[in-house]
C-alpha cells in the first residue's frame, strides 16, 4: 500500500505542488483577503531565518505585524533580521535564539516568553529531515524531538498566552508528503527496521496533523490550521533532498508561493471564517488522506501519541 500511496502523492504532486499548481490556484485568489494591517498584533514563527519562515517573517513585518523569530543560528538569525527590518521599515522585528530539538529549551523559552510578551499567533514552522538516525543530546530521535515533540510543546506552553488574545491563531507548516503516512504508534522514534529519513518526516508532518484536529477540539477559542506548502525551492530541500532538488528545481515553487497560504492562515478574516483544525493547500481545505489509502488512524492510536508526547514533554519540563 506505500508503494501505492507514494505513486497517487507524487502525480498529485506534479499536478498541484510545484509552481504551475500554485498558479492555477492563485488565479481564485480573493485579494481583498489579504488587505489587513497587522499593527498591534504579534506574531511567533519559528525557523524564521531561512526560506518559508523568513517569507512568512518578511511578509507579516511588511504589513505592520510585530515578529518573533526563533531561529537556531545566531548569525544567520541577526542577517535575516537586517534584511527583513531593511525591506519591510518594521522595527519590530525580534530575535530568540531557541534549538527546537531540545525539549527543556523549548520549555523554557515558552515560559519565558509568555511572561514579558502579548501573542496573538503562533506559526510552527520549523522542521528538519535528518537522513541518518540521530540522538539528541536529550535522547531524542532529532526529526521527531525537532518536527514533533519541538511543535507539541512549544504550542502546549503557549496556550495561556494565546488564550489571553484576541483572534487567536496556531498555523502548523506540514507537509503533503504525510499522505504517504498512516500514524505509527508503535515506533515514533524510528526504532525499528532501517531508518528512512523521507518516511520519519512524512510520519512527522502525520502526526502535526493530528495534533492540529485535536488541538481544535479542545481549545475552542483559538483558531488552529495545519498546511502543505507546495513542493518549494528551500535550503532545506536543497541540503535534505538533493537528488529531488535536481530533478525539479525548474518546477518548485519560490519561498514566497510556498509561505501564502501560511500567511493567509494567519492574518485573513477569511482563513478564521473556516472550521477549526482543518489542513490546507493554497488557501483551500484539503483532504488529509488519498482516496482508497488505507491511512486513517483509529481513535485510539491517536490517543496513544497525544499520551506519550505528554509524558515526554513533562520529562524534560523544568
Given at each position: ?158 496556550l495561556p498566552a ?13 507537509s503533503g508528503g ?42 475552542k477559542d483559538i ?96
Open positions: 500500500m506505500s508503494m501505492y500511496r507514494n505513486a497517487v502523492w507524487f502525480m498529485k504532486g506534479l499536478q498541484e505542488y510545484t509552481k504551475s499548481g500554485y498558479e492555477a490556484a492563485a488565479k481564485t485568489f480573493v485579494a481583498s483577503d489579504m488587505d489587513v494591517n497587522l499593527n498591534g498584533r504579534s506574531f511567533l514563527i519559528t525557523g524564521a531565518n531561512s526560506g518559508l519562515g523568513k517569507a512568512t517573517a518578511q511578509e507579516i513585518a511588511s504589513r505592520g505585524g510585530t515578529v518573533h523569530m526563533v531561529c537556531r543560528n545566531q548569525g544567520r538569525a541577526e542577517a535575516a533580521q537586517k534584511e527583513i527590518v531593511e525591506l519591510s521599515k518594521n522595527q519590530n522585528v525580534h530575535i530568540h535564539i531557541v534549538d527546537m530539538s531540545s525539549a527543556r529549551q523549548v520549555w523554557e523559552f515558552a515560559q519565558s516568553f509568555s511572561q514579558r510578551n502579548d501573542l496573538h499567533v503562533l506559526i510552527n514552522n520549523a522542521g528538519c529531515m535528518v537522513n541518518q538516525r540521530e540522538l539528541t543530546e536529550e535522547g531524542v530521535e532529532k526529526n521527531f524531538a525537532t518536527n514533533t515533540l519541538g511543535t507539541y510543546i512549544l504550542t502546549t506552553a503557549l494565546l488564550k489571553k488574545a484576541k483572534d487567536a491563531r496556531v498555523v502548523t507548516v506540514s504525510m499522505l504517504t503516512q498512516k500514524l505509527n504508534v508503535d515506533d515514533l522514534q524510528f526504532e525499528k527496521g532501517a531508518f528512512d529519513g523521507t518516511m520519519a518526516y512524512a510520519q512527522n508532518k502525520r502526526q502535526q496533523v493530528i495534533l492540529t484536529e485535536r488541538w481544535a477540539t479542545q481549545h483558531h488552529f490550521s495545519s498546511m502543505h506548502p507546495g513542493w518549494s525551492d528551500t535550503p532545506a530541500v536543497q541540503s535534505s533532498m538533493p537528488s529531488f532538488h535536481a530533478k525539479m528545481k525548474n518546477k518548485l515553487r519560490t519561498e514566497a508561493m510556498g509561505a501564502d497560504t501560511v500567511v493567509w492562515l494567519a492574518v485573513s478574516e477569511a482563513a478564521a471564517k473556516q472550521p477549526s483544525g482543518l489542513f490546507f493547500q493554497d488557501r483551500r481545505a484539503v483532504a488529509t488522506h488519498l482516496p482508497l489509502a488505507c491511512s486513517k488512524s483509529t481513535t485510539e492510536d491517536q490517543d496513544k501519541l497525544l499520551a506519550a508526547l505528554h509524558d515526554l514533554a513533562l520529562k524534560f519540563k523544568p
